[in-house]
Structure formats: structure tokens, C-alpha cells
């Protein structure tokens, strides 16, 4: 047997890509790449036990050579004794209505006309003409573009496609199915409904590549070879095509430097491919380990939804802990889950987030991936909708609370506030606490106020403050001045947005009350008028705590 029928066989074996006996939807335009595909899967059908019925969708781009194309598909499969489906499609309307460009709106189409035809005729396999130069050329695209292990690993041998990944819906028009001779035009077969909105879920739905181990050069050698006629798309000329400019302009200039780019690209790659499994296993298990009460789900299982999921919440205690690696890829795993149909998650806006998570403080967020929002509550991390309603992870009042000063006073939800009062010694140093070691002079002095690491900690000057503390909720009108502003007096409901404090919990925040008004508004900053000072003599160390359910 030829090289190119043996390279196809072994590839298939080592795989898995076809089961015993498996029904086989083989999608083919015409061109040499997908006329090989069917000419060698035929010839693999017997030693596989594979069943094969081609598919060929009409995009409605190119007019009567569309239609040439799809007459010729079906000359094809009814000369080689193979059932076909002939489809149509209105991708203008299509990427109108959802907003993508041409190109990737016949994408969506083909593949989610595709997985009808699967579920019409009960297959489990789709296989589509991929070679190991498109694989170049898509690697280099998504290098180009901005991606990570994903994306660089390329187009997989087999990869499951039970979920469409898309936007809207059109029908597409089944036009004509047969088994025989192909006496009859398609044209003259009338026409049938496949819906395109659901995903295909009663049985595991794969997409193979059988091609992908050979070069374009190979397959054109094998259609001359055995004198297999196919179709010319022109489209493929048009380097307004941000993947036609790669493989007629930009290939051709690396290959200058390195006449063998496409293959070295291509083993990227499948090298990738296999370090990316090493990676996901990580992740799932940091993924165990730092999300709180698993996965949130909606009541809604369609996937086909934009909005399948309602949050991600991660205990941030377990993911600060992570390594840099695994907290950028929870954090894309998180917006994958959440926005399924994303195809591209932009790298500024994970890192933002990353960082915002690792280094801020209780009620900051980041802006995510479409429509998505990362905020740090006191001890958790979550990722939800923008503007959707937060559970609170923060203490909260509804009325004043006069505080044990010296004590433990008990606000609800699970918190304490528990108060002490430090005094300076003969030494210069405060009785009855050790100076916390992150502390530097001269904030050390007064335990680090400055330096401080737990936003849920204060230290204030007693004198200032005065001997009654109180925690109350916000009143209309609260001022005060927030340290570090030179005594700038500021709204505090200004100063809450500017800090992205919840809004579903600013009402309730706890505000530290003494004789010169607000002292602290907790876990965000202290009054300048209450800030410990090189004179201050005594001190209130006053600490918030919750007992956090694991």
C-alpha cells in the first residue's frame, strides 16, 4: 500500500480515532484535501469496519460555483456508492446576526450542520480534511494572536464535540439524502428541516483528522496519482483572509529562515499537545482544591445558553497559595466554564485579574471576558456576571453596636470583634503584643499599621478615638477623612465605589464610630484623625474574624 494510505492507518490506530464499526459523517467541499479523505477512508472501511455518508454544506458565499461544488460532492458520493447530504446555509445572516466575520460564521455553520447530519443518521464520528499544513498555519495564528498551551497545541487528532460552540441559530436546509447511482440533480430532491439549536447530547459526538499526519504536498501527489478530480475554491486565494495572508505571505518569508517551518510547527504542536494533558491534570487538581462547594450550577443544563453557569467561588486563602501558573490557568478555567461559547479569553484581562486577586484587598474587582467580573470578598475569590447580586463575604450591621473595649462582641453572620488596648512601655514599645516581624521602622513602632497584612486589623490612637467604640452601618452624609490624603475630608459613599466595595453590601459595612466620628471603615482604611502617631501613648487594636466554613 502507499505511503500516504499507511501514514493514515497507522495515525488512525495510534488514536483511536474510528471505533469498531463505527457510522462515519465525512465532510467534504470538494477540494483535494477532502476528496483524499473519502478516497482513503473508503479503502480504510473494510480493514476498520467503518460505514461512511459524506456531508457537503453550501455556505451561500460563492454563488454557482457553491452550487458547482455541491453537485459534484454528490456526483462524487453516489459514484463511490456513499449516502450524502447536501446542505445550505445563510452565513451573511448568520455572522450579521451574531457578529462574527464570514469566515468564522461558516465555521459555526459547517460544524453545527455537521453534528445534525451525525444525529440524523446515528453517528458518532465526524471527520473533516485537515493536513499537517493547516495545522502550521493554525498554530502560527493562534501564536500571532495571543494564546497559551491551548491554542498552541493546535487542531487535535480526535477531539469530542458533544457542545456547540456558537451563536444563534438558522436552519439549515437538508436538501438531499441518497444512497445509489446519483442519477437524480440535487436540485430536484426538495428539501427538509435540520435544526442547528440544540447540542447534539444522546451519544459522545466526535471530530477526528485523519490528515493531519500528511503535508499539503503529499495529498496532491496521492489525488494525482490515483486520478481523483476535485474542486478549486478561490476563497482560498483571498488573503483578505487572515489565514490565507498566513499561508501565501507570512509562510513563505519563515520558510526562508527555516525551509522546514510547517513541519516544525506541526510537531510543536502534537509536542504541546501532550504537555497541555500533563497540565490539565494539575489543574483539576488545583481546581479541587480551591473551589469552594464545587460548581455552582444552573438549573438550566443547556450548554447552548450564553449563560450556563451563575459563578465560580474559590477559597482565596488555597489559591494565593497556588503557584503563578495554576492561578492564571483557574482563573481562565473559570471563565471557560462560565462562558462556554468563548472562544478567546484575553490575556490582559486574566492577568489584571491575577493580580488584582494575589495583591488586593476585600471588595475589588477586575472586569473579565464577556460580561464577567472577578471580586475578592474576605476570604473567597469569585468570578460571576457584572452587576449580578453578590452574597456578601464581609461583616455587616443593620443598627449601632456599642463594642467590649477592652473585649469580644459578637456582630452576627459569624464574626467577632475582638478589642484590646496596648500601652507604650519604658522600652518605647507597646505592652501586652508582640510587634508583628513584616513590620519595619518606623512603622514598626506601633505594630505596623502601614504594613499591616490583614485589612480585618486597625490600630488607633486611643486618645483620638476616645474610650466608646461603636460599630454602626452607613447614615446619609458620612464624611471623613481617609488616611493618606492629608486630612482631605471625602464622601464616604464616593470612597466606597472608588474602592469597588460591593454595592449589595455598602449599606451594611461596618463603620468604627468614636468621639471625632467615623475612625475606620473596616477592612478598607482608617481616618487620618485616628491613625497612631510618634506621641500616641495608647493604642486600640481592634480585629474583625470569621469562622470560615470550609
Same mark, same amino acid.
Given at each position: 500500500m502507499d505511503d500516504l494510505w499507511r501514514q493514515v492507518f497507522q495515525y488512525a490506530r495510534r488514536y483511536d480515532l474510528f471505533a469498531p464499526d463505527a457510522v462515519v459523517v465525512a465532510g467534504v467541499s470538494g477540494g483535494p484535501d477532502s476528496v483524499c479523505l473519502l478516497h482513503v477512508l473508503r479503502r480504510l472501511a473494510p480493514e476498520l469496519g467503518l460505514r461512511l455518508h459524506v456531508a457537503h454544506l453550501n455556505h451561500g458565499l460563492r454563488g454557482a460555483e457553491a452550487d458547482a461544488d455541491a453537485a459534484f460532492v454528490a456526483a462524487l458520493a453516489a459514484g463511490w456508492d456513499v449516502p450524502c447530504t447536501i446542505g445550505r446555509a445563510d452565513v451573511v445572516a448568520l455572522a450579521e446576526d451574531a457578529g462574527l466575520s464570514p469566515e468564522e460564521a461558516a465555521r459555526l455553520a459547517r460544524y453545527r450542520f455537521l453534528a445534525d447530519v451525525a444525529e440524523a443518521v446515528g453517528a458518532t464520528t465526524i471527520t473533516v480534511g485537515h493536513n499537517a499544513d493547516d495545522q502550521a498555519e493554525t498554530v502560527l495564528m493562534h501564536f500571532l494572536r495571543g494564546s497559551g498551551v491551548a491554542g498552541l497545541r493546535g487542531?487535535?487528532? #480526535?477531539?469530542?464535540?458533544?457542545? +456547540?460552540? $456558537?451563536?444563534?441559530?438558522?436552519? =439549515?436546509?437538508?436538501?438531499?439524502?441518497?444512497?445509489?447511482?446519483?442519477?437524480?440533480? !440535487? !436540485?430536484?430532491?426538495?428539501s427538509v428541516t435540520l435544526s442547528p439549536r440544540h447540542p447534539v447530547t444522546l451519544s459522545p459526538l466526535w471530530l477526528v483528522r485523519p490528515l493531519l499526519v500528511a503535508p499539503r504536498g503529499a495529498i496532491e501527489t496521492y489525488c494525482r496519482e490515483h486520478g481523483l478530480q476535485s474542486r478549486?475554491?478561490?476563497?482560498?486565494?483571498?488573503?483578505t483572509f487572515f489565514r490565507n495572508r498566513l499561508r501565501h505571505e507570512l509562510l513563505p518569508i519563515l520558510a526562508g +529562515?527555516?525551509?522546514a517551518i510547517?513541519?516544525?510547527l506541526a510537531h510543536t504542536a502534537e509536542a504541546l499537545a501532550g504537555d497541555y494533558d500533563v497540565l490539565r491534570a494539575e489543574v483539576a487538581a488545583a481546581w479541587a482544591r480551591v473551589c469552594r462547594g464545587g460548581f455552582v450550577s444552573a438549573a438550566s443544563s443547556d450548554l447552548s445558553t450564553a449563560q450556563t453557569r451563575p459563578c465560580v467561588e474559590f477559597?482565596? !486563602?488555597?489559591?494565593?497559595?497556588? %503557584?503563578?501558573?495554576?492561578? #492564571?490557568?483557574? &482563573?481562565?478555567?473559570? &471563565?471557560?466554564?462560565?462562558r462556554h461559547n468563548l472562544r478567546n479569553i484575553n490575556w490582559e484581562h486574566v492577568e489584571t485579574a491575577v493580580w488584582l486577586a494575589r495583591e488586593g484587598g476585600t471588595g475589588q474587582s477586575a472586569t473579565l471576558a464577556a460580561g464577567l467580573e472577578l471580586r475578592l470578598g474576605y476570604s473567597t475569590l469569585r468570578i460571576a456576571a457584572e452587576g449580578a447580586? =453578590?452574597?456578601?463575604?464581609?461583616?455587616?450591621?443593620?443598627?449601632?453596636?456599642l463594642l467590649n473595649a477592652p473585649g469580644?462582641?459578637? &456582630?452576627?453572620?459569624?464574626?467577632?470583634? !475582638?478589642?484590646?488596648?496596648?500601652?507604650?512601655?519604658?522600652?518605647?514599645? %507597646?505592652? $501586652?503584643? %508582640? &510587634?508583628?516581624?513584616?513590620?519595619?521602622?518606623?512603622?514598626?513602632?506601633?505594630?505596623g499599621i502601614t504594613a499591616n497584612p490583614d485589612p480585618w486589623t486597625a490600630y488607633l490612637d486611643a486618645d483620638a478615638v476616645g474610650p466608646e467604640l461603636t460599630l454602626r452601618p452607613r447614615a446619609p452624609g458620612d464624611r471623613f477623612q481617609p488616611q493618606g490624603l492629608g486630612g482631605h475630608n471625602t464622601k464616604l459613599n464616593e470612597f466606597m465605589i472608588n474602592a469597588k466595595t460591593p454595592r449589595d453590601a455598602r449599606s451594611g459595612w461596618p463603620l468604627l464610630v468614636g468621639r471625632a466620628g467615623i475612625a475606620w471603615v473596616c477592612g478598607l482604611r482608617l481616618d487620618e484623625r485616628a491613625a497612631v502617631r510618634d506621641e500616641t501613648r495608647e493604642v486600640w487594636h481592634v480585629q474583625l474574624s470569621r469562622q470560615v466554613d470550609k
Open positions: 487542531m487535535l487528532p #480526535r477531539t469530542l464535540l458533544t457542545e +456547540y460552540r $456558537g451563536a444563534g441559530g438558522h436552519g =439549515w436546509e437538508r436538501i438531499s439524502e441518497w444512497s445509489g447511482s446519483g442519477e437524480k440533480d !440535487a !436540485a430536484e430532491l426538495g478549486f475554491d478561490r476563497s482560498n486565494e483571498d488573503t +529562515y527555516n525551509p510547517r513541519e516544525v477559597d482565596l !486563602a488555597a489559591w494565593r497559595g497556588l %503557584p503563578l501558573g495554576l492561578q #492564571r490557568a483557574t &482563573i481562565r478555567e473559570a &471563565i471557560r466554564r462560565l447580586a =453578590w452574597s456578601v463575604d464581609a461583616p455587616q450591621v443593620s443598627e449601632p453596636l469580644v462582641t459578637i &456582630i452576627g453572620g459569624g464574626w467577632t470583634v !475582638a478589642v484590646k488596648l496596648l500601652h507604650r512601655s519604658a522600652g518605647d514599645e %507597646p505592652s $501586652g503584643s %508582640p &510587634i508583628p516581624a513584616e513590620a519595619s521602622s518606623p512603622e514598626r513602632e506601633w505594630c
